[in-house]
């Protein structure tokens, strides 16, 4: 495990605590303030940002962060966050933003469900550097597998 710009503090602590006890996908914790989810990949990040949460300055606890997640996280402004599982790309977005990282375990992608390809949100955003464009590529990505399950 390694630590990149992470003071860990209080709100850390709990977020990652909370995670670790199971049954979460995401941690979020400022003060007494706490928000859990349960949904699957960038599900539970898209959620708040179209509900227009307020989480910024929250620390966050996240199972998965790849390059999708790690620019929701930005546009989120979420100032920390630990992850078991962290894609380089994704890492690298955080950091440049300013976002304090801590990670059990780094990969170079986050592979797909079926482990026999990118997961479509990594593939969707590796070549975008913006999180507006990324968010507008996430969105877009969501439709098109939407679409193709029907």
Same mark, same amino acid.
């Given at each position: 495990m390694? @630590?990149? &710009?992470?003071t ?7 977020? @990652?605590e909370?995670l670790?006890?199971? &049954?979460?996908t995401l941690?979020?914790?400022?003060g ?5 989810r349960?949904?699957r &990949?960038?599900?539970p990040?898209? &959620? ?10 929250y620390a966050?606890?996240d ?5 999708a997640?790690?620019?929701?996280h ?7 966050v ?7 790309p ?17 990969v ?8 026999e390809?990118?997961?479509p ?12 464009a990324?968010?507008?590529?996430? @969105?877009?990505r969501l439709l ?7």
């Amino acid at each position: 495990m390694s @630590r990149r &710009g992470l003071t860990v503090d209080a709100d850390s602590a709990r977020a @990652r605590e909370l995670l670790l006890a199971g &049954g979460k996908t995401l941690v979020l914790v400022k003060g007494e303030d706490v928000i859990m989810r349960t949904e699957r &990949g960038v599900s539970p990040l898209l &959620g708040l940002l179209d509900a227009n949460a307020d989480v910024r300055g929250y620390a966050a606890a996240d199972r998965a962060v790849g390059k999708a997640s790690a620019f929701l996280h930005v546009l989120l402004g979420t100032r920390s966050v630990y992850t078991l599982l962290i894609s380089r790309p994704a890492e690298e977005v955080l950091l440049r933003h300013g976002v304090a990282v801590e990670a059990e375990k780094r990969v170079d992608n986050i592979l797909n469900r079926t482990r026999e390809g990118l997961c479509p949100m990594e593939e969707a955003t590796l070549r975008i550097e913006d999180p507006a464009a990324a968010l507008a590529a996430i @969105r877009a990505r969501l439709l098109a597998l939407r679409t193709e399950g029907k």
